[in-house]
């Protein structure tokens, strides 16, 4: 009865024994996970947003309506 109830213990407290822990914690580890991404992503997109039109010099003559000189 001893290693019967050492073995029920230890079966408990492992995580591939237990389907409610095991599921919860990878719920949550998805979770995280996918929270993590998006922060990352949204944080690229920050980091790497379009910064406004720039300043382009174009010659007079390739207008549409060209200035010659």
Do not use: R
């Not at 230890?10 to 998006?38: E, G, H, N, P, R």
Request: glycine share 4%; hydrophobic share 35%; aromatic share 18%.
């Amino acid at each position: 009865m001893d290693q019967h109830q050492e073995i029920e213990e230890v079966k408990s407290k492992d995580f591939k024994a237990s389907w409610v822990d095991s599921s919860v914690f990878l719920f949550y580890l998805q979770v995280f996970c996918l929270v993590a991404f998006v922060t990352g992503g949204c944080y690229s997109l920050y980091k790497h947003s379009y910064k406004g039109k720039p300043e382009v010099n174009v010659p007079s003559n390739t207008l549409y309506t060209p200035d010659y000189k």
